[in-house]
């Protein structure tokens, strides 16, 4: 099993993003003003190239872009600001300019271990402060104590309970980490091994810094592009000098 670790993700990208929002251009798209997604990249070929498609199932097409060295992983979810220049450009929803991309942390639902999952993915507390299921995807916001003496390590594993069949457990391993400052942190487990008979209840047990907590969602595996709970499909802002 290849074992992904947890790259610490602070939300220096999301804040300065968020700095210049304003309002939407009625006027159509403009060259000064840029947008910012969670999408998931899509590679095409040895030549970096790839498209977007963001939690409403929308998609982009880059004909143009500022990190030209950039090659994104197989569905690599990101956050990414770029400039939408025009709509339906072949067979795409948009056609644009890719001004930056951050990587997310993008998972496969780890494998339930039994006795060692404790020692393996751990039971270090976090606190959730957001969760959605957007582009066939299980998206978690958490915040987690650091000290910056360890690489954490992130799981979404399914739990033992037989009568809760969409049941999981979110995992995290400080590996002894110092708890010196509180750091944020942002997950995408691929649902994609989960299928449903229409729509279902997910239950993730979550340890918390106040105890363990169950959150709840609705998934149905036939529908690949809700957003639920958080809409981080499109915003915009205005770039400065």
Known sequence: MKVMKFKMLVFMFASAI??????NDDEGYSLDSAWYSIATLNPMDESNSYWLTLDDGTT????AT???WFAPKERQRAF???TLLSDEFQG???AAKILDVEAILTKPIA????????QKYGIDPVSITDIWIGDGYLNIVFDFDYGGNAIHY???IQSNEEDVPYSFEFRHNAYNDEKNYRRSGIVAFDLSSIQTDGEVE???NVPTFEGNKVYTIKYDSSITTPVQNKNYSMGKFVKTK
């Open 18 to 23: 968020l700095a210049f929002t304003s309002c």
């Open 60 to 63: 982009i097409w880059p004909v």
């Open 66 to 68: 500022n990190i030209p």
């Open 80 to 82: 990414v600001i770029y």
């Open 92 to 94: 795409y929803d948009h």
């Open 111 to 118: 494998e339930n271990l039994g006795d060692e999952n404790d």
């Open 154 to 156: 992130i799981n979404l």
């Open 202 to 204: 997910l239950s993730i």
